[in-house]
C-alpha cells in the first residue's frame, strides 16, 4: 500500500463546475497535509495547508482534512482554465519530517 | 515574500562534466531541501539540510554531492552524471523541520545529460 494515494485522474469538469480531489494516506499519526499545485514544466506551488479535522477555506478552494477516515480532500469552486494542472497532495507522517508526495491528479478545467 | 531562487533555469551537460546547481533564499528559513522529479512523476526528496547540516540523505548516488554554505545558499554538485539522472532539480526550504512547516519550492533546474 502506497504511504500517500490520491485518485489517478485524469480528471475533467467544465467551467464553473467544481472539482473534487481527493487523497488518502496510511500513517495514522500523519500530522500536515498539504495541497500543491503544478503546471506543466513548473515547480509545485504551495495552495493549501491542513493540519485539523474539519474543513479549511482560501478563496475558490477548501481543503477537508478526516484523520478518522485518513483523508484529505480538495474542492475547487467555480472551476476556471487556469485551474487546469496536476495537484499534488502531501503529507508530513508521524516519524519522518519530511513530506512524502501522492502520484498527483491531472485536472483539466473545460471551457 | 515565498520567494526561492534557482540558477540555472536549463543546463544540458556531458557525461564527464563537473557542474553545479545554486538554490537561494532570503525568507530566513533554517531548512533546505533538494528534490528530484522525473516526468509525470511527484518529487523524490534526495537531501535535507537543517540550520546548515545534512540532516537527511535518500542514500543518492555519490555524484549527487549537496553543499550548504550557510543558511540562505544550497548547492548540488553534479559530476560523472547517467543520462538517467536528467530531470528537473527543485530546491524549497521551511522555516523548520517541524511537522507544520511549509515548503516553498523554488523554479527548478530542467537538467539533460547526454
Known amino acids: 500500500q502506497k504511504e500517500v494515494e490520491q485518485n489517478s485522474g485524469p480528471l475533467s469538469v467544465p467551467e464553473g463546475a467544481i472539482a473534487s480531489l481527493n487523497c488518502t494516506y496510511s500513517d495514522r499519526g500523519s500530522q500536515s497535509f498539504f495541497w500543491y499545485r503544478q503546471y506543466s514544466g513548473k515547480s509545485p506551488e504551495l495552495i493549501m495547508s491542513?493540519?485539523?479535522?474539519g474543513d479549511k477555506e482560501d478563496g475558490r478552494f477548501t481543503a477537508q482534512l478526516n484523520k478518522a477516515s485518513q483523508y484529505v480532500s480538495l474542492l475547487i469552486r467555480d472551476s476556471q482554465p487556469s485551474d487546469s494542472a496536476t495537484y499534488l497532495c502531501?503529507?508530513?507522517?508521524?516519524?519522518?519530517?519530511?513530506?512524502?508526495f501522492g502520484s498527483g491528479t491531472q485536472l483539466t478545467v473545460l471551457p | 515574500d515565498t520567494e526561492v531562487t534557482q540558477t540555472p533555469k536549463h543546463l544540458v551537460m556531458g557525461m564527464t562534466n563537473k557542474k553545479s546547481l545554486k538554490c537561494e533564499q532570503h525568507?530566513?528559513?533554517?531548512?533546505m531541501y533538494w528534490y528530484k522529479q522525473k516526468a509525470k512523476k511527484p518529487p523524490e526528496l534526495m537531501f535535507v539540510?537543517?540550520?546548515?547540516?545534512?540532516?537527511i540523505n535518500e542514500s543518492v548516488p555519490s555524484r549527487f554531492s549537496p553543499e550548504c554554505p550557510n543558511s540562505s545558499l544550497l548547492n548540488l554538485h553534479l559530476h560523472a552524471l547517467q543520462p538517467e539522472d536528467s530531470a528537473l532539480y527543485l530546491c524549497?526550504?521551511?522555516?523548520?523541520?517541524?511537522?507544520?512547516?511549509?515548503?516553498?519550492f523554488g523554479p527548478g533546474t530542467r537538467l539533460t545529460v547526454l
Open positions: 539540510y537543517s540550520y546548515e547540516k545534512l540532516s
Open positions: 491542513i493540519y485539523s479535522n
Open positions: 525568507m530566513g528559513h533554517r531548512a
Open positions: 502531501a503529507v508530513i507522517g508521524s516519524s519522518a519530517r519530511q513530506l512524502t
Open positions: 524549497a526550504s521551511s522555516q523548520g523541520r517541524q511537522a507544520y512547516n511549509e515548503q516553498f
